[in-house]
């Protein structure tokens, strides 16, 4: 089993900056794409930020140029990085990971989530 556990989350004003960290830990051979997504309440999960193995990013343009993922690979955790934080960008920041276990499966983890609060 493998899981992902975020930190970072919590109150920040509007303008204000945030951190977020998931390390992901158990049975890890390898680790694929990682990302970021979030759930606002009423509405759909969306992406906010994928990165492959070497780097490779995705970034819808609600949150582009002001979010940036990175990865640490040695630790295999994914950071994201937020700036110029939005009232809009309140919701639940999900990790996700593509991991491959020691058996060679592929499989798709989700973390528990973290609340991000975008408040004056």
């Known amino acids: 089993q493998v899981q992902l556990v975020e930190s970072g989350g919590g109150l920040v004003q509007p303008g204000g900056s945030l951190r977020l960290s998931c390390a992901a830990s158990g049975s890890i051979f390898s680790i694929d794409t990682m990302g970021w997504y979030r759930q606002a309440p009423g509405k759909q999960r969306e992406l906010v930020a994928q990165i492959t193995t070497i780097g490779s990013t995705n970034y819808p343009g609600s949150v582009r140029g002001r979010f940036t993922i990175s990865r640490d690979n040695a630790k295999n955790t994914v950071y994201l990085q937020m700036i110029s934080l939005k009232p809009e960008d309140t919701a639940v920041y999900y990790c996700?990971?593509?991991?491959?276990?020691?058996?060679?499966?592929?499989?798709?983890?989700w973390g528990q989530g973290t609340q991000v609060t975008v408040s004056s």
């Open positions: 996700n990971a593509d991991v491959v276990g020691p058996e060679g499966l592929l499989q798709n983890y």
